[in-house]
């Protein structure tokens, strides 16, 4: 009886032991780990590939990447969004016919700042509300402008920067 009321109490009696002494010291690194919002967005996205999609209300090819989402919103004539969490991919789709202002001068006057400027299309970030958000405005002929429009969560500043370089990169392809 003896016995066997040892091989039950010293694992238990083991254990607690174990478990005690492991509140007096600080855990390694490796097991302390605060999974945070920018952390989880980072693994989601791993090794991401790009996906073609074809959009024919755009009139485009838009290529994805494939950790995201294609939304469908049938009642936008010119939009296609790919999301996330709180991140998300807009392309639009302008006519410049009757357009006052282009989609930059717009976002300017919406207090976003230019970040960089090429022949044929313009950077620009800023913030809104509760979000950040990053684009590039190209002018792809005479008749439209596209933007591509990356929003974010603040929190997530760090792990979207290879979503920045992805709207970079980002060109027109009919």
Same mark, same amino acid.
């Not at 004539?77 to 006519?95: G, L, P, Y």
């Given at each position: 009886m003896l016995k066997r009321l040892l091989r039950i109490v010293t694992p238990a009696l083991m254990l607690a032991v174990t478990l005690g002494s492991c509140g007096s010291k600080p855990q390694p690194k490796a097991y302390y780990n605060v999974l945070t919002s920018d952390d989880s967005l980072t693994i989601k996205m791993g090794q991401w590939d790009l996906i073609k999609y074809r959009s024919d209300k755009l009139g485009m090819e838009i290529n994805y990447? +494939?950790?995201?989402?294609?939304?469908?919103?049938?009642?936008?004539?010119?939009?296609? =969004?790919?999301?996330?969490?709180? =991140? +998300?991919?807009? =392309?639009? =789709?302008? +006519?410049?016919?009757?357009m006052t202002y282009s989609a930059g001068q717009q976002m300017m006057g919406m207090g976003a700042d230019l970040v960089s400027v090429g022949d044929d299309y313009s950077i620009l970030t800023g913030a809104e509300d509760d979000w950040e958000y990053y684009g590039k405005v190209i002018e792809d002929d005479t008749v439209r402008v596209v933007t591509v429009m990356l929003r974010y969560g603040p929190h997530h500043a760090e792990a979207v920067e290879p979503l920045r370089e992805w709207v970079n990169q980002f060109s027109v392809r009919k």
């Open positions: 990447p +494939s950790f995201l989402y294609h939304q469908e919103l049938p009642t936008e004539h010119s939009q296609e =969004v790919f999301i996330a969490d709180d =991140v +998300s991919i807009s =392309v639009i =789709v302008d +006519s410049l016919n009757g």
